[in-house]
Each structure stands twice: as C-alpha cells, then as structure tokens.
C-alpha cells in the first residue's frame, strides 16, 4: 500500500520536509512518554528545538523538526489540500511515518479521526464563531494520545475577527496541537502577517503535465492518451484534471468555453457570450449544491419537530424561523462560492486558450496547453499578432481578478467579453 504523501504529486521537496517534521513529532512523542514522572516537560513554543533534541543524531536536520503551526503554499491545484491532510496523517501514524497502512493513517485520510478537525469554508469568508468553536475543541487532549490537528483549507477567506482568534490560539497553543493552513501565498492579502511569523511555510509548485497524467493512469485507472490530454487541458491542477478525464459533462463545458473566441464577432455578441458563461456558472452551481441544501434543509427541519404532533411539536416549529434563516443564509453564500469557483474554471481554461495564441505568436517552443483548439489557437496568432494575444490574455486575468475582488460577475465578464472583442 503507498503511503500518505503517495497522492502529493510533483511535490518531492515539501515531502521530504513533511517526512522530517513527522519523524520528528513521532521523536518527541517518545521521548515525552519516557520522561519520569514529574518531569518538566518542553513548552510549545520550543517545540521545534526539543523535537530535534529528542530525535537524536540520526534523526532530522537542525531546523527541520517539528512545529505547531504551518501555511501550506502554491497555486490552484498543487496539493496544498493534499499535503496537509497527509501530514495530518503522518502525525497520526503509528510508526510516525505515514505508512498508510495504519488505523491512524487510515481514518485521517478518510475524514473520520477523532484527533483532527477539518475546515473547509464553503462560503464566500470562515466567521468567527466557527473558528472560536473550533479552538475550542482542538483544545481538548487527544484522545488517541498523540496529537490533536486542525486543517482550515482555503485559509485565505478568513475574516479579520477570525483571523484575530486563530493567532489567539497560535500564539497560545494547546499542548499537542498542530494547526495546518492552505492558502495561495503568504501575501498579506491571503494571509496575515503576524500568523505568517508564527507558522513554518511549505511552498508547493505547479506539478507537471506529465506528473499528473502518471497520478491518473496509475491511481485512477484512466488510459494514458486521456491522461495526458487531461493533465495538459487542465494546466497542472489534479482534481480538474481528474474531472476532464471522467466526467463527459465537465469535458462539454470546457468546449463550450473554447467556442467564445470565435464567436466574438460584434457587441451584442459579446453580452451574449457573457450571459451564457453566466448562466453555466450558475446552472453548475446550482446543481452542485441542490441536493445538499435539500438534505440540510430536511435534516433541520426534522430536528425541529417538524411533522411531530401536539403542543411541543407546533411550539418549536413556531420558534425555528431564526434557525431556518441562518441555514439560508449560509446556504446563498454557498451557492454564490460554488458560482465564482465555476465561473473560475471556465475563465482559466480561456485564458489558456489566449496563453496558446500567445505562445504561437512569439514562436516559443512550448507544447500547447488546448491541444484541441491549437488550430484556432494559430489563426488567432496570426490574426492579433503577440501584441493582441497579450492584450487578450491580460483581459482574462483581469476579469478573474475583479470578480476575486468582489465586482459583480456579470459587469466582470461583460467588460472582458468587449475588450476580447475590441482586442
């Protein structure tokens, strides 16, 4: 069976530092157990120093031990996930080196370990009472005896008050607890800068096209030509790629997107394009989140007495109308993060397009990223020129970062659409 880092796809360096960092927390679990009775033992913030001490002179590098805070790093679909819930893994194993064979491996890896607690925002920002409560709990001794692990993915939607109480308990750790956070960078936009100086920062990079075409043939049983078509179309990012090489939906989608540059041929071609890229965010979206809200909708509801009889039943129905309001609330901000991330990929894969104009342009001896639309991909090269790919390109990058920015995605993607049609 491969072990906990095996998924981390082109990731070699950050998995040798994972692998020091685990042998080391497993070292200072060791030495802590067989420390007499009334010792007095490390305090947190020399955790790094003691783990080194502890794992001996065969064990790792000054430096690179053990720490209670981390930022996993990288780019859309480096692994910045991945790495994390694997690292939580390791910490779990009872070799204390991911062997993933272990019930501590086993049970971090699917979502189901007492000891490690998982943030992942699906809304527009995390609020403050989620994560007061999550300190809260990762306050608690770990009940498997080793350590308790908090993963906030996306850590980047933060809210100042919430980002105020996690830096509360990074400064202040509970014993025995590791807090892992994704984010893009450590830019204090992503990230603040007091939680950057208390954490150790793992930088992932962008995987290769051929690194991820091994991950799908190997791990997903998918056939190589398709693979390595995926791997290229999706421009390094695993999960998207994963989803080209399956799903016959998402592949009519990513056509259906590589069809705007020729049909930009006025004004009102352009508003047209842009409603239709709207509206397949929004029907993706919606039905991404359908049958979730159903479900949550359906549980609370029954929670409340809903379909019960007599007096109590009725009486707490009556009194559920804030609590139902909330559940809304949470779920239209759901809908709109589910909109922006659909609407996100559709924009990468056109800027891929315009990347392969480009290139085509300039001459670079790069491959293509759409190898299906590289025919179109060279009229538009020959037609705009490297000035006017450019321009196009930049349009792109542009409308992603407006819509990050929290203009409203229809003025966003109108605005690109007239300025890829106007070149």
């Known amino acids: ?3 906990v880092f095996a998924d981390l796809v082109g990731q070699d360096e950050a998995v040798e530092t994972l ?9 200072l679990l060791r030495a802590s157990a067989s420390a007499p ?31 209670h805070a981390w930022i996993f790093t990288g780019p859309p679909g480096s692994g910045r996930s991945v790495a994390a819930r694997a690292f939580a893994a390791a910490l779990q194993c009872a070799h204390g080196t991911g062997c993933g064979a272990c019930p501590g491996c086993h049970t971090t890896l699917t979502g189901t ?7 992942v925002p699906e809304g527009l920002s995390i609020s403050v009472k989620e994560i007061r409560a999550l300190v809260l709990r990762a306050a608690s001794t770990p009940s498997g005896r080793r350590w308790q692990v908090v993963i906030i993915e996306d850590a980047d939607r933060l809210g100042e008050r919430a980002g105020n109480a996690l830096l509360k308990a990074i400064e202040e750790p509970p014993p025995r607890t590791v807090f892992l956070l994704c984010v893009p960078s450590i830019h204090p936009d992503d990230i603040s800068v007091t939680i950057r100086s208390r954490c150790r920062v793992v930088p992932l990079r962008q995987p290769s096209a051929a690194a991820v075409a091994e991950v799908l043939v190997r791990r997903d049983g998918i056939a190589p030509d398709v693979a390595e078509w995926a791997a290229a179309a999706a421009q390094g990012h695993v999960g998207r790629a994963r989803r080209l090489a399956r799903d016959p939906e ?7 997107v590589l069809a705007v540059p020729r049909r ?7 508003f047209d394009a842009a409603s239709a890229l709207i509206e397949a965010a ?23 007495g809903a379909g019960g009889t007599g007096r109590g039943a009725a009486g707490a129905m009556r009194g559920a109308a804030g609590q139902l309001k909330d559940l809304e609330k949470r779920q239209k901000s759901r809908a709109t993060r589910a909109q922006r991330d659909a609407l996100d990929r559709a924009l990468v894969d056109l800027a891929g397009f315009y990347r392969d104009a480009l290139t085509m342009a300039l001459r670079a001896p790069v491959a293509p990223v759409h190898t299906d639309t590289a025919a179109l991909a060279g009229a538009g090269a020959q037609k705009w020129d490297a000035e006017g790919a450019l ?14 920015a929290n203009v409203k995605p229809r003025i966003a993607v109108e605005a690109m659409m007239l300025a890829l049609w106007k070149g």
């Open 391 to 404: 321009r196009r390109l930049e349009a792109v990058l542009e409308c992603r970062a407006a819509i990050e």
């Open 264 to 270: 930009l041929t006025g004004v009102g071609a352009a």
């Open 113 to 119: 370990h007492a000891d490690v607690r998982l943030v």
């Open 19 to 27: 692998r020091r960092a685990a042998a080391s927390a497993a070292a």
């Open 37 to 67: 009775a009334g010792a007095v033992r490390s305090a947190p913030d020399d955790l790094d120093g003691y783990a080194d001490e502890a794992a001996g002179p065969a064990g790792p590098e000054p430096g690179a031990g053990m720490t």
């Open 1 to 3: 069976m491969p072990d």
């Open 282 to 304: 929004e029907a993706e979206a919606a039905a991404s989140v359908t049958e979730i809200d159903e479900a949550e909708r359906s549980a609370l509801q029954t929670a409340l």
């Open 250 to 256: 998402a592949r009519q989608r990513r056509d259906a």
